[in-house]
């Protein structure tokens, strides 16, 4: 009972916030332009249908599935993002300039249209190939130049389709990985479908995973059966030894505990490994970095943040994360790398950041 009443305040939460930038937003076009009348009603009129389009089509994707239908409703979503992030510095810029209230409106209307479309054409872009190089010294010489792929935030559904997933595997295997992790967020709905395209990732040593938040929401036994049915190995609070000479770990995302599951216990999962080895650490947050440097983890691979996306999800992934929330940075002798991931969840869009997928290769010291 408490946690459908947690549910019913969440989406009463953010139905209203929602709504609120949907009223902020009409009131500055309005007002900024001295609109009144027709014109008036005429923007009452797409901020309305707008907001409704998102939330239908969210409700709708529970029934069916229409491509056109989400990629406009979740599109409407991004367009409002930042067409209210580009009227709040316009109105911060007003405050110190009033007399410029109109051609402001107008230059923040033509931005946020440009910002947008760019934003849509950004994320439709070529996923780009990032190659970085770690070294270890506890890398066996046999092992140089051994070759990870990491994928993140993939969020598999209605808009990242089958025909999607198949460029992403044919560009992971030309990069002929030794080894494949997928650090959470792997899907957002029920898509056992998808099990065939998975299966044929190529790698020498397997392909693993760990839980994101997402994999949550639309039941974990949904992505326990995807997995499981694509030959990926799902490490929960565990470890696995890859040929003798790297100890892979992977911990739970911190949602699971909310959905009745275990949470993230690094201790659990560093149980059976031998830290003389490199120690990578699978973890969906970019978080607690030195604190899993001191129990022995070498290098941590997460993701989540996707670098903000779209504005102002990147100012608020900043506060949260710090300079983690994207790149690659080094404490002591441990690194950890946040990918922007792999695929865009909800707006199909990017503004400053780009899909990725990296390729990681070690090297001895």
């Known amino acids: 009972m408490n946690k ?3 549910i019913i305040i969440f989406i009463v939460i953010a139905l209203g916030i929602y709504f609120l930038f949907h009223y902020y937003v009409y009131m500055r076009i309005t007002k900024g332009l001295e609109l009144a009348g027709t014109w008036r009603n005429i923007v009452l009129a797409i901020i309305i249908i707008g907001g409704l389009s998102f939330i239908l089509v969210q409700i709708a994707g529970r029934f ?30 007003c405050l110190i300039f009033p007399q ?35 070294s270890s010294s506890k890398l066996s010489h046999e092992f140089d130049g051994f070759k990870i792929v990491q994928l993140s935030d993939l969020h598999l559904g209605i808009l990242n ?8 595997v044919d560009a992971t295997n030309k990069l002929a990985p030794d080894l494949i992790v997928i650090t959470g967020d792997l ?14 990732f190529e790698s020498k040593y397997g392909v693993y995973a760990i839980t994101g938040n997402h994999e949550y929401f639309p039941g974990i036994r949904k992505f326990n059966k995807l997995t499981r049915n694509s030959g990926i190995i ?27 599951h275990n949470p993230p216990n690094i201790d659990k999962a560093l149980e059976n490994c031998d830290t003389t080895k490199p120690v990578i650490l699978l973890f969906h947050r970019p978080t607690h970095f030195k604190e899993f440097v001191q129990k022995g983890v ?40 946040t990918t922007s991931g792999t695929g865009t969840w909800g ?14 290769v070690l090297k001895c010291e």
């Open 298 to 337: 070498d290098i941590q691979l997460s993701g989540h943040t996707h670098f903000g996306q779209i504005t102002p999800m990147g100012i608020i992934v900043f506060i949260i994360y710090g300079k983690y929330a994207y790149g690659l940075h080094k404490f002591k002798n441990s690194y950890i790398y």
């Open 187 to 200: 899907m957002d709905e029920d898509i056992g479908s998808f099990s065939d395209i998975l299966k044929q």
């Open 64 to 93: 069916t599935s229409i491509w056109i239908l989400s990629f406009i409703g979740s599109v409407w979503l991004g367009i409002l993002a930042i067409t209210f992030s580009i009227f709040i510095l316009k109105d911060l810029l």
């Open 234 to 260: 799902v490490l929960n609070n565990s470890s696995a030894t890859i040929a003798d000479a790297i100890e892979l770990i992977g911990i739970n995302d911190p949602e699971a505990k909310r959905f009745g």
């Open 161 to 168: 389709d089958a025909k999607w997933l198949e460029k992403i």
């Open 347 to 360: 707006p199909p869009m990017r503004l400053f950041s780009r899909s990725e997928i990296v390729k990681f």
């Open 100 to 134: 410029i209230v109109r051609t402001a409106t107008i230059a923040g209307i033509g931005l946020a249209v440009v910002l947008s479309l760019f934003s849509i054409y950004n994320a439709a872009r070529e996923i780009k190939i990032k190659t970085i190089e770690i």
């Open 4 to 6: 459908i009443i947690g």
